[in-house]
């Protein structure tokens, strides 16, 4: 792999299984990456030492995921220069809502950009991270417009929801069958 153009960083072990997502998606995208398990809590030397290393070693962008207290983006962001996206892990007390509140609640002069808790933020980290690196980086654009013109054809290919269910549907979930549409939330929806 080539130089590293962004560094994933995590507080613990534990949290690849989330931050894993932002890898894979680094990956598929062809953008260079590396990944590193720096505590805030309990190797704060470390994460100094990797956070005001980075700039110098190529790095440009830096994706922090941290549960519970997630202090990890806020004390990288304090100690580089470089944009840190801050990802919430979810945490068993409270489903990452601490992690949430604490990563996006950063005092003026110390900007996280913070993503939302979990696989889908970890995911968006490193599409907001291709976001900022193919200004400078166009190689990968055309892979950042693969992306997302892939996302719109798996939405479009099953624009409806009720086919999924047509088989145990006794209407088989079509337009304008009894029991298929109408209810309430059967159109839009949140995630729109």
Do not use: C
């Not at 992306?147 to 939405?155: A, F, G, L, M």
Request: glycine letters at 16%; zero cysteines.
């Amino acid at each position: 792999m080539s130089q590293p153009l962004v560094g994933v960083i995590m507080g613990s072990r534990s949290d690849w299984e989330t931050m894993s997502h932002a890898a894979a998606t680094l990956k598929e995208l062809g953008i260079p990456y590396e990944t590193r398990v720096v505590s805030a809590h309990r190797t704060p030397d470390l994460l100094f030492e990797y956070a005001s290393g980075a700039e110098g070693r190529g790095i440009e962008v830096i994706i922090a995921g941290a549960g519970g207290a997630a202090h990890l983006p806020g004390m990288t962001a304090s100690k580089t220069p470089l944009p840190v996206i801050g990802v919430p892990v979810e945490s068993k007390a409270l489903q990452g809502v601490d992690s949430l509140l604490s990563i996006v609640q950063m005092p003026a002069g110390v900007p996280v950009a913070t993503t939302a808790i979990g696989r889908a933020g970890a995911i968006n980290a490193a599409l907001l991270a291709a976001r900022i690196l193919v200004r400078a980086h166009t190689q990968h654009r055309g892979a950042l417009d693969r992306y997302r013109s892939e996302q719109t054809k798996r939405v479009m290919s099953e624009p409806d929801p009720s086919l999924d269910d047509a088989s145990r549907s006794p209407s088989g979930g079509t337009f304008g069958g009894s029991g298929g549409g109408g209810g309430s939330g059967s159109s839009g929806g949140a995630g729109a």
